[in-house]
């Protein structure tokens, strides 16, 4: 399964680059190909390609705040949670993420 | 360019001895003003305050990550405790934390985007949960920054 992701937190300090590694981390480990982009303090990073979204079966965003570019998922299966939710339990995320891909 | 860069020795407390979070920040603080990087404890510490108000920052697996942008940030660092005990924080996996990472950002960041980028390096580390066991097993300050690199 290939996902893309966008990780952004309300400061843009801390959370969304942990939530970033436990995804990328926990969708290796379940033997996923995952790109995730961060939009903190810093700007965007990691920044997804045209060609990583449309290859994608599924969009995490674990995201607080508003986020730049959601247009670009038009029309693809997202799966949307708080920064929280990918920090704390990334395992089980991937999880659902899967259900949600296999329900189709 | 190593994320290590971004560790002060001088702001790492390996034998932390603290029983509430408002201790730990006091401690951390002081190590943050004794070393040049904030101009005032509790401006700073209001800052820090207030972003606690908007979630929890303990992120389980015993590590806290309290922070603020603030404008008594003259520069970019990262206060670290490690304790000897657990001691009761607002976490994701609802224990208390041994790893206090107290994260200190100035709001005027147009000459810090090196420093910005490091630190976006060392947040991610915490993410990973064998940086974190090496954190938390550190008993001096060179050992915590071994962690991370």
Known sequence: MKIVGVAACTVGIAHTYIAQEKLENAAKKAGYDIHVETQGTIGIENKLTQEQIDAADVVILAVDVKISGRERFEGKKIVQVPTEVAVKSPNKLIQKVTEVVEAQ | ?149
């Open chain 2, 1 to 149: 360019m190593e994320v290590k860069e971004i560790l002060d020795a001088n702001l790492i407390k390996s034998d932390m001895s603290v029983a509430t979070k408002e201790e730990a920040l006091n401690t951390l603080c002081q190590k943050l003003i004794d070393n040049g990087y904030i101009s005032d404890v509790e401006g700073f510490k209001k800052d820090v305050y207030a972003r606690e108000k908007e979630g929890k920052t303990g992120i389980g697996n015993f590590i806290a990550i309290p922070h603020g942008k603030s404008e008594h940030v003259d520069n970019i660092g990262v206060a670290i405790g490690i304790n000897e005990t657990e001691i009761p924080w607002e976490s994701l996996d609802d224990r208390g934390v041994k790893g206090i990472i107290l994260f200190a950002v100035g709001n005027d960041h147009e000459d810090a985007n090196q420093h910005l980028k490091l630190l976006s390096l060392f947040a991610r580390k915490l993410g990973n949960d064998e940086v974190v066991e090496e954190l938390l097993k550190s008993t001096s300050p060179e050992e915590v920054i071994q962690a991370f690199s």
